[in-house]
């Protein structure tokens, strides 16, 4: 049995290899968001009240681009919908919290955390405070998203932007997913939602983010049912 | 009237993270769901990585001798058996720095 503080401190350090690409992405956020001319309180409340990466970015874009805010807030729910999922996933290890708890926790749940503490729970259902591993990797998500992108807002983009450093995103993204290319089944869902994702990159509202995931449900649903 | 919009856009991200946390409980879903739900980080993460490498800033497809697609290549291989998250992100990087300012400068 871990003990809370074990939990906590082992999501810290799941997480943590990650920020190698998170604090360069919410410095280049901070940046953008005073670049396109937004005051820079208002760019760094984004990073408090939605906290929620790229969807921010998206939001700034929009409205210097013209699109009306029910646009802009339109989409940057249809970008973070893919929460619903991780929710869903969730949920069966956090059952037992008491509501108001849930309601918290939910607020630190990111792409990264939920990655990295849904493979921590897979391997120790047992445990009883699971969730303080969920704790470790969004608090420590947060805290490093608050200082990179109040660092880009106050200094600007002092990451070059020639070293292209928003490729390291689907690069954390690799690392996640890298070790289920072991499974057949896996493989043809990721192909599915990849390939789904570039078909339907310009639906309206970025809505790829979720179509993508649908379909590649749908197709696993279907493999389930062949493997049987 | 910015911030208005912010905070409505902070409400409704925060909708879509706590709803299914706080408000399904597990019976609610079936084995079935919970069979396919195994396969979410299969089904999401794809969709941040594909665009993330194959489209440009500008929404465009990219070429297919892009950077891009090689240094994606090696952080797969590299991933696949280090598995080490800042060995994989690390060569994807170096790998794609090298090109873009070795190979084709």
Redesign the interface.
């Known amino acids: 049995m871990f003990t809370k503080k074990q939990l906590f401190t082992r999501g810290m350090l799941d997480i943590s290899p990650h920020m190698l690409s998170v604090i360069p992405f919410g410095i280049i956020c901070g940046a953008i968001g005073v670049e396109l001319g937004f005051h820079p309180y208002l760019v760094y409340a984004m990073s408090f009240i939605i906290f929620g990466g790229a969807s921010q970015i998206v939001f700034l874009q929009l409205l210097s681009g013209g699109a009306s805010s029910l646009v802009a807030v339109a989409s940057v729910g249809i970008i973070n919908s893919r929460h619903l999922l991780y929710g869903a996933v969730l949920s069966e290890y956090l059952e037992k919290l008491s509501f108001i708890k849930k309601l918290f926790i939910s607020y630190v749940v990111v792409d990264q955390g939920f990655a990295e503490s849904n493979k921590f729970f897979k391997k120790n259902r047992s445990e009883k405070f699971l969730h303080y591993h969920l704790i470790g990797t969004g608090c420590t998500m947060w805290v490093c998203w608050q200082i990179a992108t109040l660092s880009g807002i106050v200094l600007g983009s002092f990451v070059p932007e020639e070293l292209g450093l928003k490729f390291a995103i689907p690069l954390t993204f690799i690392a996640i997913v890298v070790q289920d290319l072991k499974k057949l089944d896996h493989v043809i869902v990721m192909i599915t939602c990849g390939l789904s994702s570039l078909l339907f990159f310009d639906a309206p509202f970025k809505s790829y983010i979720i179509i993508s995931p649908i379909i590649a449900l749908f197709v696993a649903a279907l493999l389930l049912r062949l493997k049987k | 009237?910015?911030?208005?919009?912010?905070?409505?856009?902070?409400i409704?991200?925060?909708l879509?993270?706590?709803?299914?946390?706080?408000l399904?409980?597990?019976d609610m879903?079936g084995d079935?769901?919970?069979?396919?739900?195994?396969?979410?980080?299969?089904?999401?993460?794809?969709?941040?990585?594909?665009?993330?490498?194959?489209?440009n800033d500008f929404?465009t497809?990219i070429e297919m001798n892009d950077p891009?697609i090689f240094?994606?290549l090696v952080?797969?291989i590299v991933?696949?058996f280090s598995?080490?998250?800042?060995a994989?992100?690390?060569a994807?990087?170096v790998s794609?720095?090298f090109l873009?300012f070795v190979v084709f400068n």
């Open positions: 009237m910015t911030l208005t919009s912010i905070i409505f856009a902070g409704l991200t925060y879509t993270r706590m709803t299914m946390i706080a399904i409980s597990r879903l079935k769901i919970k069979a396919v739900l195994e396969y979410v980080p299969s089904a999401v993460f794809p969709a941040i990585i594909f665009p993330g490498i194959f489209i929404g497809f891009k240094g994606a952080a797969v991933g696949y598995k080490n998250i800042i994989t992100i690390s994807g990087l794609y720095w873009i």
